[in-house]
């Protein structure tokens, strides 16, 4: 079954030092892998994706996510954390198995907490 | 160039009652998705519209229904709402399924 994990639910940075959020993945193909970001009270916005191509991929706010196909892993780091990076972030894969009439569904993990402390 | 609209923002409902969230996306997306967010669960979907005039199940579709009412609107119905429907309900659209997912503001529903 394809599925996505965020095992840690909780990150605690401080100000200025750098910033990974972990993710793996388990999927029967080659994957579509996305993060996104949620601020208090709001829903979830796009932060980058992975179809195919460089393995270090570049998103919104300073984010880049390593794509590692031997660790099936997608994590998300920033070089230099802000406290107004404190929210959840959320992993996700394309579901590749639940071919409905050729459309394929998202998988989100459980989400993991942000805390940048100043 | 609002993206996706929700509404309404909060509401508060008795066991028993029926209500529809109202979801809206003005990006010409072919597909739509009805999410509920809870505490240590992440999203969890419970319907989505791979293109207009289609509906399909997600993982936990027990006690709602949906009518993606034309190309821009997807409305999710609870028709006899109970305790374990409290959550936080998130519409999003795509261009296609399966491609980068836009999300509204979400819905906070209390059910008592």
């Known amino acids: 079954a394809q599925s996505v994990a965020q095992p840690e639910d909780q990150v605690n940075v401080a100000e200025g030092n750098p910033l990974t959020v972990k993710c793996t993945y388990s999927v029967s193909g080659n994957p579509y892998l996305f993060w996104y970001v949620q601020y208090p009270n709001r829903g979830l916005q796009f932060l980058l994706k992975y179809i195919t191509g460089d393995n270090l991929v570049k998103g919104s706010y300073g984010f880049e996510a390593e794509f590692n196909k031997s660790q099936t892993s997608f994590h998300l780091k920033k070089p230099s954390a802000l406290v107004s990076d404190s929210a959840l972030y959320f992993c996700a894969v394309r579901d590749l198995e639940s071919f409905s009439g050729g459309y394929n569904k998202l998988i989100f993990g459980a989400g993991t907490r942000l805390a940048v402390h100043p | 160039n609002a993206g996706v609209t929700q509404t309404p923002k909060f509401q508060v409902l008795k066991t028993g009652q029926s209500m529809t969230l109202q979801c809206a996306q003005d990006?010409?997306?072919?597909?739509m998705y009805w999410y509920r967010q809870d505490p240590g669960m992440g999203l969890r979907l419970i319907y989505y519209?791979?293109?207009?005039?289609?509906?399909d199940k997600g993982e936990v579709p027990n006690g709602y229904n949906v009518s993606r009412l034309n190309k821009r609107e997807f409305s999710l119905r609870l028709e006899s709402a109970a305790p374990s429907q409290t959550s936080v309900y998130f519409c999003?659209?795509?261009?296609?399924?399966?491609?980068?997912?836009?999300f509204g503001p979400g819905t906070r529903l209390l059910v008592l």
């Open positions: 519209s791979a293109s207009e005039g289609t509906t």
């Open positions: 999003a659209s795509s261009t296609l399924a399966g491609e980068t997912q836009y």
């Open positions: 990006m010409n997306h072919n597909s």
